[in-house]
């Protein structure tokens, strides 16, 4: 190994940060699939909860509705 870190091997320099040696075949797209994996997951995560977000206005909105409503009816009734 030299003073940077890399190896030497029969008088050639080698990054030591990438060893081609020790890796099987396929093993280079496991970390594209594994990262595009979390993506995904991720951006499902985030869907749920923009999703759970607008839901909860949604019921926030109704309920809001319903309680106007009923007050309006209350309201009517001691009128009469």
């Known amino acids: 190994m030299d003073i940077y870190g890399n190896y030497v091997e029969d008088g ?10 020790s890796k099987g075949p396929g093993q280079e797209k496991l970390g594209f699939s594994a990262e595009s994996e ?28 319903v309680a106007k409503n009923k007050l309006a009816q209350a309201a009517a009734e001691v009128i009469l």
Request: glycine share 0%; net charge positive; proline share 0%.
């Open 12 to 21: 050639a320099l080698t990054d030591a940060r990438s060893n081609e040696h």
């Open 38 to 65: 979390l993506r995904c997951i991720a951006e499902r995560s985030s869907k749920s909860t923009n999703n759970s977000v607008n839901n909860q206005d949604a019921a926030r909105h109704q309920a809001a509705f």
